[in-house]
């Protein structure tokens, strides 16, 4: 099985700020990447596929990059609706979810 | 808009089963896939199969495999995921998330998620 590791698991940063989100493959999966943004009490929403494209109705400030193993999500400013944990997920063999990253709004 | 729409709130015996349904359009019954998703309390997103409705193929995550079952009803364009043996740590949300399986891989719509609660 394909295994997904994130870093960090959680951070804060201020509205404005640039995070970067880091995901992690244990073997080549190209760019068979997913960006999920889950909040509390809703299902989640897909941001970015592809490794890089970003899906329709999702606002600009996201942006995913990334081959082979390594992956980056990118929220360009921080806005207070950002707050939500951050999953990546591998779409090469079956699928495999990271285990998350909160965004926490200071 | 797409919708999928799950069953309600479910309280199970441990050892029991559970049968969860989600409920499409009859355009997303024959167009796409439709996988599972859980999220226990405190942990993160979890796969644990899915099923190309028109073609009745199946796909199971390992950890699932010979516990879970994933079937359809095409008269009502209903997925069920039946999942046996439920334990403690089966308490979750469950979502069911469509996939469009002739393009890139990815779960494009979630269903509304139904709450699982296993308990004595």
């Known amino acids: 099985d394909i295994q997904m590791t994130q870093s960090p698991s959680s951070l804060s940063a201020s509205v404005g700020d640039r995070v970067t989100i880091t995901c992690r493959a244990s073997q080549n999966i190209v760019n068979y990447v997913n960006w999920y943004q889950h909040k509390p009490g809703t299902a989640p929403r897909l941001l970015i596929y592809a490794a890089s494209t970003l899906q329709s109705g999702v606002p600009s400030r996201f942006s995913g990059s990334g081959s082979g193993t390594d992956f980056t999500l990118t929220i360009s400013s921080l806005q207070p609706e950002d707050l939500a944990t951050y999953y990546c997920q591998q779409s090469y063999n079956t699928f495999t979810f990271g285990p998350g990253t909160t965004v926490d709004i200071k | 808009q797409v919708q999928l729409v799950q069953s309600e709130t479910e309280v199970k015996k441990p050892g029991s089963s559970l049968k969860v349904s989600c409920k499409t359009s009859?355009?997303?019954?024959?167009?796409?896939?439709l996988n599972w998703v859980r999220q226990a309390p405190g942990q993160g997103l979890e796969w644990l199969g899915g099923?190309?409705?028109?073609?009745?193929?199946?796909n199971y995550a390992q950890k699932f495999q010979g516990r879970i079952t994933i079937t359809t009803d095409e008269s009502t364009n209903t997925v069920f995921m039946e999942l046996r043996s439920l334990r403690s740590e089966d308490t979750a949300f469950y979502y069911c998330a469509r996939e469009e399986f002739n393009s890139w891989p990815r779960f494009d719509s979630w269903g509304q998620g139904t709450l699982v609660t296993v308990s004595s």
């Open positions: 009859g355009d997303t019954f024959s167009s796409f896939g």
């Open positions: 099923i190309i409705p028109v073609f009745g193929t199946t």
